[in-house]
C-alpha cells in the first residue's frame, strides 16, 4: 500500500476517534444539537473522512470502501450546502454509520 493512502486511512481513524471523544460515552441527541462547538467539530471531521476517501480513491481505484460516494456527498454537502444539513443526518451519520466505517478502516490499515 502506498504510503499515502495509509496516512489517509490513519487520517479517516483519528477523525472518528476524534468525533466518538466529542460525542462522549452518554451520546445524546439534544445535547449534541444544543452545542454548537460540538457540531462544528463533527462536521469538520466528516469533511476530513470524506476528503481522504475521495483521495484514496483516486489514488487507487481497487481500494473498496463501503458507502464511500455517500462519504464523499456527505462532504461536498457539509462544504457547498452548509446550510442545508440537518442535525439529525449528522447524528445518524456520526452514531450510526461511524461505527463500521471505523472497522473497516482499521481492517484496512491492518492489511498491509
Known sequence: MDIKIKVWLL??????????LFLGEKRNF?????DLKTKKAVERNL??????VNRILKA???IQIKNAKNI????????????NISDEVIWTIA????????????????RN
Not at 30 to 34: A, D, G, N, R, V
Not at 76 to 82: D, G, V
Not at 96 to 103: A, H, I, M, V
Open 30 to 34: 439534544i445535547t449534541y444539537q444544543e
Open 47 to 52: 469533511e476530513i473522512i470524506g476528503e481522504a
Open 95 to 110: 452514531t450510526r454509520e461511524l461505527p463500521d466505517l471505523f472497522e473497516e478502516v482499521k481492517s484496512l490499515i491492518d
Open 72 to 83: 464523499i456527498g456527505t462532504r461536498n454537502r457539509i462544504i457547498h450546502s452548509y446550510d
Open 11 to 20: 487520517d479517516i481513524q483519528q477523525a472518528i476517534e476524534e468525533i466518538f
Open 60 to 62: 487507487d481505484s481497487s
